[in-house]
């Protein structure tokens, strides 16, 4: 069956423009989570959402970055005002039920450049 | 608190050799564990996932790896390394009551040598 998929998987854009990111979630899957990976950084989570649960923002670094779910289904993290040290790549994930035991998915990663 | 330390950042091996991946966890409560694949330019793909059942668990191409409380550790294993093998490796650790994040290691950089 169909993954979680990632739209664009590379993005390049000039420092101070916003830029959308968007995922979609295995079908059926509730949980829905954002991480993001940079060079010396490892995987950091960004945000989490479960459902029709108020997300869990907790790992957004700052309030530049957003992220909606609408219906239950597609997601889209906007960052605005892009600095350079946004350049990472952004990663999708779904589980099932967003149990603790639940295996997460993973998209194929949108890359973004911030020139 | 969650985190995990991979204790080798970069592990180079002959091919037809064992493999050993060494993962050290810290968790506030009974954790989920888990190990996953990211080959390059490719997603990142679930290798095997510890969650209170069996300690060994055996996951995809021949890996396995064994949940060690009284070590904290939950190290990946495969006992005869091939060219394929070749990725980054990353031991990941969730649990109940935490939002169920993922909390990922930085990760371990596996060399196949032929």
């Known amino acids: 069956g169909a993954g979680v998929s990632q739209s664009p998987s590379n993005k390049v854009t000039e420092k101070g423009k916003d830029v959308e990111l968007r995922c979609d979630p295995i079908s059926g899957h509730t949980a829905l989570y954002w991480y993001r990976q940079s060079l010396g950084q490892g995987l950091e989570f960004l945000i989490y959402?479960?459902?029709?649960?108020?997300?869990?923002k907790s790992g957004l670094p700052s309030d530049r970055f957003s992220a909606e779910r609408t219906g239950g289904s597609v997601s889209t993290l906007t960052i605005q005002r892009t600095q350079q040290e946004d350049s990472a790549v952004y990663l999708c994930?779904?589980?099932?039920?967003?149990?603790?035991?639940?295996?997460?998915?993973f998209g194929p990663g949108t890359r973004l450049t911030v020139l | 608190a969650q985190s995990v330390t991979q204790l080798d950042s970069h592990v180079s091996v002959s091919e037809g050799t064992p493999v050993l991946l060494r993962c050290n966890y810290s968790?506030?409560?009974?954790?989920?564990l888990f190990w996953y694949v990211q080959h390059p330019n490719k997603g990142l793909q679930l290798l095997l996932k510890?969650?209170?059942?069996?300690?060994l668990v055996k996951g995809i191409n021949g890996f396995e790896a064994e949940f060690k409380k009284s070590e904290t550790s939950f190290h990946l294993t495969k006992p005869s390394a091939h060219m394929s093998d070749a990725a980054e490796y990353f031991c990941v650790v969730t649990a109940r009551g935490t939002g169920n994040q993922f909390y990922f290691g930085t990760g371990t950089s596996l060399t196949v040598i032929p």
């Open positions: 968790s506030s409560y009974s954790p989920s």
């Open positions: 959402f479960q459902g029709n649960s108020a997300p869990d």
């Open positions: 510890y969650t209170s059942a069996a300690t």
């Open positions: 994930a779904s589980s099932l039920g967003g149990g603790s035991t639940d295996t997460q998915y």
